[in-house]
């Protein structure tokens, strides 16, 4: 296929600063887009904020998508594989070949990742595709580095689909990564601390996961960017690891402390404004 169609999926909750970009950014490099403005757990109802009202006002060039009842406050393990299975059934471009891209909420790519997907990567001989990330630690400027599979080739109709929680059903599908000069700009732990933390307490039926919402209000929430040693090794003794973060998911610098970003960001994100605030946890103080 030489011209593969982009079939984008958006699925967000208590993001308003970040929905209108995400769309926008869809809009732009997609061929058909859906969004999905769901709580999923009924603890991430109290966090309900203006996104669903931004997003509706693409309604006209997106298609909507609502969990099934019952579905709606399950958990997001369950409830994200519906959602991106319940878009691929109503795709017009659910054909082999074409590609499934999941836009979260807190990732953008700058416009020369979006042509190098498009003029080669797209029409390789492979079935997924990986990218470098920079996760932005606390502002726009510190970053870990981390990789993400956000591109599905469709192989077969009959049988591809997504399993809990966005994991894609073929297994031994091949890829390539790209490089963190054309990768991921990941905005995740600049977004509503107390729906993070909520988040990570019903994201999987019956686990609770300790480890990320201890690091959350002891690290995260308390991180000097002047004191890096002092909060590495407050990390290190949490978790046994010389880095910001508490897995090795996230990889630091050489000497475990963050690297500096100066650069621009996507275009979407950068006509926001949002990249001149100093430090996003302070719109999110403890609750």
């Known amino acids: 296929m030489n011209n593969p169609k982009i079939i984008g999926i958006i699925v967000a909750w ?9 769309i926008k950014q869809a809009l732009a490099n997609c061929d058909e887009v859906f969004v999905c403005i769901e709580p999923h757990a009924a603890i991430m ?40 299975n319940t878009a691929l059934k109503s795709s017009k471009f659910f054909e082999v070949g074409n590609w499934i891209f999941i836009l979260d909420v807190d990732e953008f790519y700058n416009e020369g990742c979006f042509q190098m997907l498009k003029n080669s990567v797209l029409n390789r001989n492979i079935d997924i595709v990986n990218f470098k990330s920079k996760y932005f630690y606390i502002d726009t400027k510190h970053y870990l580095i981390g990789e993400d599979t956000r591109l599905f080739r469709i192989t077969n109709t009959e049988t591809d ?30 977004l509503n601390l107390n729906a993070k933390e909520a988040f990570w307490r019903s994201e999987y039926p019956g686990k609770t996961q300790d480890n990320k919402v201890t690091w959350l209000n002891k690290i995260y929430r308390n991180y000097d960017l ?15 690891i010389r880095s910001p973060w508490f897995s090795g998911s996230l990889k630091p610098d050489k000497d475990g402390k963050l690297f500096r970003y100066d650069g621009q960001h996507p275009a979407v994100i950068e006509e926001t404004g949002l990249t001149k605030i100093n430090d996003f946890r302070k719109l999110y103080p403890k609750i």
């Not at 208590?14 to 995400?22: D, I």
């Not at 297994?171 to 600049?190: C, K, N, Q």
């Open 14 to 22: 208590a993001c308003e600063l970040w929905v209108g970009p995400t």
């Open 45 to 84: 109802q109290q966090f309900e904020d203006s996104t669903l009202e931004i997003a509706q006002k693409y309604k006209d060039q997106v298609s909507f998508i609502k969990l099934k009842k019952g579905m709606e406050f399950s958990n997001h393990f369950n409830a994200k594989a519906t959602i991106l």
């Open 161 to 190: 689909h997504f399993v809990p929680t966005q994991v894609w059903s073929k297994r031994d599908a091949t890829g390539i990564v790209m490089p963190i000069e054309v990768g991921m700009f990941h905005y995740s732990a600049l």
């Open 226 to 240: 002047n004191s890096e040693e002092t909060w590495i090794t407050k990390n290190e003794e949490l978790f046994g």
